[in-house]
């Protein structure tokens, strides 16, 4: 049982990232406000990048500078990566947040009971 | 040209991005459609040498990106299983494109025609980028580029709806592709690489501690993937993203999207998981098999009592996915090989039927199946077309279909569960019930006021349904590109890995 705990508050990084990943996906899941769903989207993306991150950090390490002062780096890659994972996650948080401009345009509403609702009355 | 023969795998990805970039800059939809046009018919000669090249050399072609050698920098490996894949996507957008110009034209308002074809060709270059990488982060990326542009494009319907279905797929979809990323990270947190083959290789000498991460991801990596390939019960977004897309992009993403995922799935659990390891540390053939059968049935009844037909149509979808995933989860070379020819088969069919209903919304403007009375009579030509490719999905002896259902059937005989093999015939025939609605519909009743103006469509969108039915007949005959190939890409997947 303390063994379970120490690991737990020795890993708190990832303690921190599941949670925020179960966080999100919960919103995502049980919202039906389409902003709020894309907030909850986007902490999950998040999460992610918390997940690659964490790791590739090495207690006492530099930047990966080739330099005889130095003999303990920190990984670079997931950096790269992650970058490229934030891209990403902008490019889909702002397409769906036009997407849901066009919604409230078109229906006047982004909950999304009320559009099914508006849907299912027929004439648009 | 020796010199540009090397970098065949990066052009096939470079050139439509290339071309995107063009139609970027342009205004005038009619030029942007020649670009798309020009870029799309060089692709499947691209794909075709290099399925070519691969089954002459008998090893994979591998493209060093930036000059760097793998592991260190991203490679692009052609195998069999990709280059017959990429041939089948190029071939879907080489013989859909033609169709494109006068569906879009009267679909779209004229101001978004050039940005779409900057949207088609993003698409085209991020799936074919999944298909072609063996890194496993850029398939990542590649997996956003053709989702973002995906969404764009199913946005673009004409009904409001459109923007609801393109919403709820990128929900769904961006949880599939994190679900993809996190599988992806905790390989590399195990493994500390990123290409396939490296993975596999690493995956081959771990201790026995090491398995629990392991395992969690390729349960991340499943069922990501399966949400992008709209496996049942994760394929909610897909029935009313297709039913609200424009028809073109209907036809284009039955063919091409969910075979990338598809495709995807193949290479995580035979290349880098190994069959022995995915399959036997974690239930996922029975698993995978379950849900393959209910989304044969489940999708099927669903199809029958629907009054759209172009949603019929995408439950039908569903249904034969669930048919392709059968053949993966089968596990043998001859579910294999079946599965792999129903990718190619499927693709082929579903875009001419999908074109098929474009072209009557063309003419009639509606696809309420109750409006299609007598349509066969004043639509000779587009009917036989979607007739032919109807008797293709119900598997009937002469067409392709009848070839990968008969594969599937002996990969069930031979793993010993033959029930599944009767399963498979009985599928089929809801298949028949609800292709007999439409084709009851247009042929035996007397044309309503709806159709009394439509005729065939013009020959730009005519030729190309008229190509792919003809094609559902010719690869029910001739089977060497289609089984042969897999055949051979399901021996090498299943040989390499025990």
Redesign the interface.
């Known amino acids: 049982m303390t063994d379970g705990i120490a690991g737990l508050i020795a890993h708190y990084n990832y303690v921190v990232t599941i949670f925020l990943?179960v966080a999100g996906?919960y919103i995502?899941i049980a919202r039906g406000n389409?902003i709020k769903?894309?907030i909850g989207?986007s902490l999950?993306?998040t999460s992610?990048y918390l997940?690659?991150i964490g790791?590739g950090k090495i207690v006492g390490g530099t930047a990966p500078i080739i330099d005889p002062a130095y003999k303990v780096y920190s990984n670079p890659l997931?950096h790269v990566?992650i970058l490229?994972?934030i891209v990403?996650g902008v490019?889909?948080l702002a397409?769906?947040l036009a997407?849901?401009v066009?919604?409230k345009e078109?229906?006047g509403t982004i909950e999304e009971d009320e559009?099914s609702s508006r849907?299912s009355a027929g004439a648009? | 040209m020796t010199a540009l023969r090397e970098h065949l795998p990066i052009l096939l990805v470079i050139l439509p991005l290339l071309g995107a970039i063009i139609t970027a800059l342009l205004r005038r939809g009619t030029v942007a459609w020649g670009i798309a046009l020009a870029f799309d018919l060089v692709l499947p000669a691209i794909a075709l040498s290099l399925l070519l090249d691969v089954m002459a050399a008998g090893k994979p072609v591998s493209y060093h990106i930036g000059g760097w050698p793998p592991p260190w920098g991203i490679e692009y490996r052609i195998d069999a299983l990709n280059a017959f894949v990429l041939l089948t996507i190029t071939i879907v957008g080489a013989v859909t494109v033609p169709y494109a110009r006068r569906s879009v034209a009267r679909e779209l308002e004229s101001h978004q025609h050039a940005w779409f074809y900057t949207m088609y060709l993003l698409c085209l270059a991020g799936l074919l980028g999944i298909v072609a990488t063996g890194d496993a982060?850029n398939a990542?990326?590649f997996l956003?580029i053709s989702s973002?542009a995906t969404?764009?494009l199913i946005?673009l319907g004409r009904?409001?709806?459109a923007?609801?279905a393109?919403?709820q797929y990128?929900?769904m979809g961006?949880?599939g592709a994190?679900f993809y990323?996190?599988g992806v990270?905790l390989l590399?947190?195990v493994t500390g690489t990123?290409n396939l083959v490296d993975i596999a290789d690493r995956l081959g000498s771990l201790a026995d501690g090491q398995w629990r991460p392991v395992m969690a991801a390729l349960a991340f990596l499943t069922v990501g993937i399966c949400l992008k390939l709209a496996l049942f019960p994760l394929h909610g977004w897909l029935p009313d993203a297709y039913t609200c897309a424009p028809s073109f992009v209907t036809a284009f993403l039955a063919g091409t999207a969910t075979k990338a995922a598809v495709y995807l799935l193949i290479r995580i659990f035979y290349s880098v998981f190994g069959s022995a390891i995915a399959f036997d540390r974690l239930p996922v053939t029975e698993v995978l098999v379950v849900l393959s059968i209910a989304a044969m049935f489940l999708a099927s009844f669903t199809a029958v009592f629907e009054a759209n037909a172009k949603r019929m149509l995408a439950y039908s979808s569903v249904a034969q996915i669930g048919y392709i995933t059968l053949g993966i989860a089968l596990a043998n070379q001859a579910g294999l090989t079946g599965g792999i020819v129903h990718l190619f088969n499927h693709a082929l069919m579903k875009t001419a039927l999908f074109l098929a209903l474009g072209a009557v919304l063309f003419r009639t403007g509606s696809v309420q199946i109750s409006h299609l009375a007598g349509i066969g009579r004043k639509m000779p030509l587009t009917l036989a077309a979607f007739v032919v490719a109807a008797l293709g999905l119900i598997g009937v002896p002469g067409t392709s279909g009848f070839i990968s259902k008969w594969y599937l059937a002996l990969g069930s005989i031979d793993h010993g569960w033959w029930p599944i093999a009767f399963l498979i015939v009985a599928s089929s025939l809801i298949s028949v019930v609800y292709m007999g609605r439409i084709i009851e519909v247009a042929y035996f009743r007397e044309p309503g006021p709806e159709v009394a103006e439509a005729r065939d469509p013009p020959l730009s969108m005519l030729v190309p349904i008229l190509v792919l039915a003809a094609a559902t007949i010719y690869f029910g005959i001739d089977v060497r590109l289609t089984s042969d190939v897999a055949a051979a890409v399901a021996s090498s997947l299943l040989g390499g890995l025990k």
Do not use: C, H, K, W
């Open positions: 990943m996906l995502v389409m769903r894309l989207l999950f993306q992610v997940l690659y790791p997931p990566l490229t994972a990403v490019a889909t397409l769906g997407i849901v066009r919604i078109s229906y559009i849907d648009p | 982060f990542f990326v956003e973002l969404y764009v946005a009904n409001r709806r923007l609801v393109s919403y990128l929900i961006t949880i994190t990323v996190i990270g590399y947190l990123l």
